[in-house]
């Protein structure tokens, strides 16, 4: 049973336009949030985080929403750039939960094209 | 400062055979994980740590082995190796778990 969905396997949008990923998560219980930006061959690296008792965070063209009614949260990209182009990972975790780390989406394949 | 540092960054082995995957990192974090990432699958844990001499089994540990004798180090055990196993693994680490992880840059593993 999926806890954290991205249901977009792949997204192509326009440079310059804004990139919204989607992602969607089951377990109430999770109240930390993290997106992570992967290119081809290298390992997963960070990009921008939430908490729970926050509903958004900005770090420069990147702005990450959290609805927790919905339990959705979305990654905002503005503008998008040709070097976005990669697979996002969105993850959660539940610190009360147990140590057993981050939970991860399948991943979203952002293709920006120019 | 290294960060995450994993090795090999390949490797190709035969069914039946062992080998371990090596991870380090320098920033003296406690939490460390295995991940392995498969095509449609995302990343799934295989072995956490939260300290040295504490070692708990993850979401897909079956066939894997784990130490961590010291803080910085966190080796991963294929103890016969099956073509099951064939993907790419990624290491990580956090200053605690629950944070923000950081990962290593992978070990690409073909068992034929």
């Known amino acids: 049973d999926q806890q954290v969905k991205q249901n977009s396997p792949s997204l192509s949008v326009q440079e310059g336009r804004i990139s919204i990923l989607n992602c969607d998560y089951t377990n109430s219980m999770f109240d930390y949030f993290l997106w992570y930006k992967k290119y081809p061959a290298e390992g997963p690296t960070f990009l921008i985080s939430?908490?729970?008792?926050?509903d958004k965070n900005e770090d420069g063209r990147f702005t990450v929403f959290l609805n927790k009614s919905a339990k959705h949260l979305s990654l905002h990209i503005v503008p998008s750039q040709p070097g976005d182009s990669a697979v996002y990972f969105c993850?959660?975790?539940?610190?009360?939960?147990?140590?057993?780390?981050?939970?991860f989406g399948k991943g979203t394949h952002l293709i920006i094209q120019p | 400062n290294a960060g995450v540092t994993q090795t090999p960054k390949f490797q190709v082995l035969k069914t039946g055979q062992s080998m371990t995957l090596q991870c380090a990192q320098d920033?003296?974090?406690?939490?460390m994980s295995w991940y392995r990432q498969d095509p449609g699958m995302g990343l799934r844990l295989i072995h956490y740590?939260?300290?040295?001499?504490?070692?708990d089994q993850g979401e897909v540990p079956n066939g894997y082995n784990v130490s961590r004798s010291t803080t910085e180090d966190f080796p991963l055990r294929l103890l016969s190796a099956a073509p099951s196993q064939t993907s790419v693994y990624f290491c990580?680490?956090?200053?605690?778990?629950?944070?923000?992880?950081?990962f290593g840059p992978g070990t690409r593993l073909l068992v034929l």
């Open positions: 920033m003296n974090h406690e939490y």
């Open positions: 990580a680490s956090s200053r605690k778990w629950g944070e923000t992880q950081y």
């Open positions: 740590s939260v300290g040295a001499g504490i070692t």
């Open positions: 939430i908490s729970s008792i926050k």
């Open positions: 993850a959660a975790s539940d610190p009360g939960g147990g140590a057993d780390g981050l939970t």
